[in-house]
T-cell receptor, first 110, second 112 residues
């Protein structure tokens, strides 16, 4: 019962913006979009989350479409250290569980 | 870094032996979680805790038990380890339930 769909992999050139898409067409009104990443052999790392407005922090920007059925995570200036698996997760704000799908393997190339 | 440590970081054990993994946090967060990660399955929630002595099951709790006698420690026990429990185990914390979770470095467990 996957709630999100992400491409399995993508490449990005170092220094360029990386745009990671996520489809969540069945999202409910009380569900947020969360993004995490996992660098090889490390624990997942929280990146950003949003409900309906675009969000930006020191790591990334999150763009959510007006109908909330899809979103894009933007890494503005990708570095080699951004090579990781990126997970898009939909969850209600008071839901204790994170459901990780397969994610997108992002490879940043020099 | 949310002040989360896990011990041991690596362990090899034999089938049928009991194993306890420890998650320790330094910031008195109320909610703690145990996940396992296997190839092809992503992370799956085993158990979680919403306070001292308050725990509940996740989606893959069979064969596992947990205890939380102090705010800072959340223990995961495999009463009789099986080869299917070979996995990487991650502990996580969140402040109030539903906000972002922060993960520990993981424990790689091999059951032979």
């Amino acid at each position: 019962d996957a709630k999100t769909t992400q491409p399995p992999s993508m490449d990005c050139a170092e220094g360029r913006a990386a745009n990671l898409p996520c489809n969540h067409s069945t999202i409910s009104g009380n569900e947020y979009v969360y993004w995490y990443r996992q660098i090889h052999s490390q624990g997942p790392q929280y990146i950003i989350h949003g409900l309906k407005n675009n969000e930006t922090n020191e790591m990334a920007s999150l763009i959510i479409t007006e109908d909330r059925k899809s979103s894009t995570l933007i890494l503005p200036h990708a570095t080699l250290r951004d090579t990781a698996v990126y997970y898009c997760i939909v969850r209600a704000f008071n839901d204790y569980k994170l459901s990780f799908g397969a994610g997108t393997t992002v490879t940043v190339r020099a | 870094d949310a002040g989360i440590t896990q011990s041991p970081r690596h362990k090899v054990t034999e089938t049928g032996t009991p194993v306890t993994l420890r998650c320790h946090q330094t910031e008195n967060h109320r909610y703690m979680y145990w996940y396992r990660q296997d190839p092809g399955h992503g992370l799956r929630l085993i158990h979680y805790s919403y306070g001292v002595k308050d725990t509940d099951k996740g989606e893959v709790s069979d064969g596992y038990s947990v205890s939380r006698s102090k705010t800072e420690d959340f223990l995961l026990t495999l009463e009789s380890a099986t080869s299917s429990q070979t996995s990487v185990y991650f502990c996580a914390i969140s402040v109030p339930a539903g906000t972002e979770q922060y993960f520990g470095p993981g424990t790689r467990l091999t059951v032979t």
